[in-house]
């Protein structure tokens, strides 16, 4: 089992992160689908989009949980039926997933230089600090995309903006997490998001400031 990295966040929350080494079929042969994904994931064109959702059961069952305690709500939210909350990410051969028992949201991304490309879409405030000639620029747009992701998955809530909605306070040099906010229709959250950095991808969680 290539179980990557297994983060204890607190006595409530945890992450798990899964390299996918194995085929389609070695996946396909370690979990049980309910029928409804059966065919989903048989009807994904991409190999690597369907090595990703089976890897993201795999990772459900090191948790004790199976595919049949999974359901989506109509934002495409994951929810699991004992009311664990829960959220999923997967990027080329890389997935992950948080399971807390307030809400939390997690997203992974590899670094590639095409992100500055539409950086102007997704942040305003944090251009105040960022340096486009610095060495990290690529890798600090992804975090910050990370982050913004990890809060709209938290969020789940139609409307929502990356850029117009989402804030991300600096990270100090020598420490990984930071203080992020939601601040949508009149209400203003605070939340604590933390990254991390391997073989080229960043991932970052999100979770109520508390």
């Known amino acids: ?3 990557f990295k297994t ?13 996918i080494t194995e085929s389609f079929e ?16 048989s ?3 991409s190999e690597i989009h369907q090595r990703g959702f089976l890897s993201v059961r795999c990772l459900l069952q090191s948790f004790d949980y199976s595919d049949a305690d999974l359901y989506y709500d109509n934002f495409g939210k994951p929810h699991l039926k004992d009311g664990t ?3 999923v990410t997967h990027s080329f051969q890389f997935s992950a997933v948080i399971l807390s028992n307030e809400p939390v949201g997690i997203d992974l991304e590899k670094q590639r230089p095409k992100i500055a490309l539409i950086a102007h879409k997704f942040i305003d405030y944090e251009f105040d600090y ?11 747009l992804t975090v910050l995309w990370c982050i ?5 998955k938290l969020y789940a809530t139609p409307g929502l903006s990356f850029k117009n909605h989402c804030l991300v306070i600096p990270f100090s040099y020598d420490e990984d997490d930071t203080t992020a906010w939601i601040d949508f229709e009149n209400s203003k959250r605070k939340y604590r998001a933390h990254r991390l ?8 969680y999100a979770l109520q400031h508390n």
């Open 1 to 3: 089992m290539p179980l």
């Open 26 to 41: 070695d996946l396909k042969r370690k979990v049980r689908l309910n029928p409804e994904n059966e065919q989903r994931v």
């Open 148 to 152: 913004k992701e990890a809060l709209y």
């Open 43 to 45: 009807g994904m064109k």
């Open 85 to 87: 909350y829960i959220s």
């Open 7 to 19: 983060i204890a966040v607190n006595s409530q929350t945890t992450v798990k992160i899964w390299k």
């Open 197 to 204: 950095e391997f073989e080229g991808f960043t991932c970052a």
């Open 130 to 140: 960022l340096k486009e000639n610095d060495s990290d620029y690529i890798k600090n």
